[in-house]
Structures are given as structure tokens and as C-alpha cells.
């Protein structure tokens, strides 16, 4: 299984940005899937999450803000951030293979990609 992120960047608060996480190895149809971000000195937290049907669960800090999608026809889920704020930089990963419990907690996930970087700054 490999799950390979892309799209972070560095944008202004107020900005946008579309995180990627293309996935192979795995029946992704079938896969809960989470975007999860993890600050220097802080534990990864989740982000948002997706269930196999496409039902869809935020984290209070991002709902609104944030959308989370997946394209099963090209194996891959977004993460649309629009309204930065300066809170939100951090290192934003994608996990699949949702094992049950809590969506938003990263123990429940089986597979993770390496992460891309997401910093907001003026």
C-alpha cells in the first residue's frame, strides 16, 4: 500500500489550498480514509474522514473551512482548505484502512503516507 500527498504550500492567512493523496495497493472503495496534521511539538491530530459510503466528519477547528472528497475512479482523496488561518500550518497526512473507534484518532488508521507541508504566513 502507498499513499503519496501532495499540494502543500505556502499561502496567506485567508488563503486556499487542495491537498492530494493518491493511493495504490489497497481496494480504496472500500477504505475509510482521514487527513490528519501534525504541528512541531504536538500530537497529530485528525483533520477530517470519510467513510466507504462517503459520509464525511470535520474536526471542530476545520468544519466549514475545510472539505474532504475522494475520486474512486482515480484512487485519490482531497483535502480543500479555504480560509487559512495561522493556526493551521503543520504537516498534513493521509491514512487509510479505517480499523473502527474514533474517525478522527490517527491509532485507528492502518496505512500513512509521508506528509506534505502546509504553512501559512504573510
Known amino acids: 500500500v502507498q499513499l503519496v500527498e501532495s499540494g502543500g504550500n505556502l499561502v496567506q492567512p485567508g488563503g486556499s489550498l487542495r491537498l492530494s493523496c493518491a493511493c495504490s495497493?489497497?481496494?480504496?472503495?472500500?477504505?475509510?480514509m482521514g487527513w490528519f496534521r501534525q504541528a512541531p511539538g504536538k500530537e497529530r491530530e485528525g483533520v477530517a474522514s470519510?467513510?466507504?459510503?462517503?459520509?464525511?466528519r470535520y474536526a471542530d477547528s476545520v468544519q466549514g473551512r475545510f472539505t474532504l472528497s475522494k475520486d474512486n475512479t482515480a484512487n485519490t482523496v482531497y483535502l480543500q482548505m479555504n480560509s487559512l488561518k495561522p493556526e493551521d500550518p503543520a504537516m498534513y497526512y493521509c491514512?487509510?484502512?479505517?480499523?473502527?473507534?474514533?474517525?478522527?484518532?490517527?491509532?485507528?488508521?492502518?496505512?500513512w503516507g509521508r506528509g506534505t507541508q502546509v504553512t501559512v504566513s504573510a
Open positions: 491514512a487509510a484502512r479505517y480499523t473502527g473507534g474514533d474517525r478522527l484518532r490517527w491509532a485507528n488508521y492502518k496505512y
Open positions: 495497493g489497497l481496494a480504496f472503495d472500500e477504505s475509510g
Open positions: 470519510i467513510e466507504r459510503a462517503g459520509s464525511t
